[in-house]
């Protein structure tokens, strides 16, 4: 069945520094989202891409959605101490069906 | 705050027991989806609901079933409660507007727990 991959699973990284997740999909993708989701919490939409190749920005977030729409990354620039929590990709392919990834949690240290 | 409501926030429920989750869409969505989340997992896609009718469905059995009310609200209820069925349990409401795919606002979610 089709399947959305997501790596690191974790990533700890020193404040400032550059943090980086990609999605990967088993399958051609229609739209992907991206979500946060703080510790205890509960998921929070981030953006939703829908073309290939596209890419968008969000302060220090950046979201790319690849040319044959079956990969995705999100990079922060500089992080700080407010970016912890969990980064899920979710992929969509139609039939009402949103598939999300496994998340990658990320640790920051001031 | 997104305006999904869930509740209740916590339960724990014996093996073999069935269990009814509640959730309250954002006002003015028409769409809601149900998702379970085991501990240090991605939530997993239950089902979802539009208009009153299921309209797509994951890999849950049969023992997973729910409702949509006239005004969008929704329930979950599970069957025959298995421990593998103590997560996280999430709803997230949409505006459909004729798109498969929109952003989506979780609610806070119900923690089962099965014993």
């Known amino acids: 069945g089709q399947q959305v991959m997501q790596i690191p699973q974790y990533q700890h990284v020193q404040e400032g520094e550059d943090f980086t997740t990609y999605c990967n999909s088993s399958?051609?993708?229609?739209?992907i989202q991206w979500y946060k989701q703080r510790p205890g919490g509960h998921p929070v939409f981030l953006i939703q891409?829908?073309?290939?190749?596209e890419v968008k920005k969000q302060k220090r977030l950046t979201f790319q959605f690849g040319e044959a729409k079956k990969n995705s990354s999100l990079h922060i620039t500089a992080t700080q101490t407010t970016d912890v929590g969990t980064y899920f990709c979710?992929?969509?392919?139609?039939?009402?069906?949103?598939?999300f990834g496994a998340g990658t949690r990320l640790f920051v240290k001031a | 705050e997104t305006g999904v409501t869930q509740s209740p926030t916590h339960l724990i429920k014996t093996r073999g027991q069935q269990v009814t989750l509640r959730c309250s869409s954002q006002s003015g969505h028409n769409t809601v989806s149900w998702y379970q989340q085991a501990l240090g997992q991605g939530p997993q896609f239950i089902f979802q609901y539009y208009r009153e009718e299921e309209n797509g469905r994951g890999n849950f059995p049969p023992r997973f079933s729910g409702l949509q009310f006239p005004n969008y609200s929704s329930e979950l209820n599970v069957n025959a409660l298995e421990l593998d069925d103590s997560a996280l349990y999430l709803c997230a409401s949409s505006l459909s507007a004729g798109t498969p795919n929109t952003e989506a606002f979780f609610g806070q979610g119900t923690r089962l727990t099965v014993v």
């Open positions: 979710a992929g969509y392919t139609g039939g009402f069906k949103t598939i």
């Open positions: 891409l829908v073309k290939s190749g």
């Open positions: 399958t051609t993708l229609s739209n």
